[in-house]
């Protein structure tokens, strides 16, 4: 059978484990960041906004050092096109996720789960652009 393989190499399968990790270790400092301005009785909407912004730097700095390593551009112009490439990317990901859990809280699904869809849904979003988009191989 030689289409496993195929299709192994076709997503690259380590790169995108690789991705998840960054993925779940931004995610977590998104958590962690927003429960604790809480905690310091900043209001939600700005404490959430700056954990996210948090997430975002966190994610480029793996996706940059351990996902992408052979596409990611050396210092100057393409860096920062990369950059500003990656935050759209980011802000993609948080559009659908606000669509996604504000659809489903209106259609009275339990947000959580909602979310937990919404983080699906993003997740593989910001995959394909970043993969595909963001750090594409040149030839």
Known sequence: MQWPAALIRRFDLAR???YGFASAAALAVDMGTFLVLLSMQVVAAPASALAYSFGIV???LLSSRAVFTDTVATRGPQRTRQKALFVGSAL???GLTTLIVGGGDMAGLDPRLAKLAAIAVSFT???LLRSKV???HVD
Do not use: D, E, M, S
């Open 16 to 18: 995108l484990v690789r």
């Open 58 to 60: 966190t994610h480029w």
């Open 125 to 127: 979003a910001t995959w």
């Open 92 to 94: 993609i990901g948080l």
């Open 134 to 136: 963001v750090f594409r």
